[in-house]
């Protein structure tokens, strides 16, 4: 299932999701989140195409490129950003998601 646009995303877009336990944590954790998508199970941060390059993300984050997510999730938007980019930056999502899951962060 493909997240549908929301804002313009000149840069691509792909999604990182985290398991919906996280979700709220996260959420607050973060200086500026773009659009947010969630479902029961999980939810999902529209990030640039290409952030996973160079980034391992942790178990158990899944990264979608293109913002393609499993069909069963069924998101909805949850967090629309202030301002008028659909992204979240990807080092401090990165960051915050590495210290909720207990992982040093790694730099490829």
Do not use: K
Not at 62 to 70: D, F, H, M, Q, S
Not at 87 to 94: A, R, S
């Amino acid at each position: 299932m493909l997240l549908p646009p929301v804002l313009p995303a000149t840069l691509g877009r792909d999604a990182v999701g985290v398991p919906a336990l996280h979700g709220f944590r996260l959420l607050s954790r973060l200086p500026r989140s773009g659009c947010v998508f969630a479902s029961a199970d999980w939810w999902w941060w529209i990030v640039p195409a290409g952030s996973d390059q160079e980034l391992p993300w942790p178990r158990p984050v899944r990264y979608a490129p293109g913002a393609l997510v499993p069909d069963a999730d069924r998101p909805r938007l949850i967090n629309f950003p202030e301002g008028s980019t659909p992204y979240t930056p990807p080092i401090p999502l990165y960051l915050v998601v590495c210290q909720l899951t207990g992982t040093a962060p790694a730099w490829a």
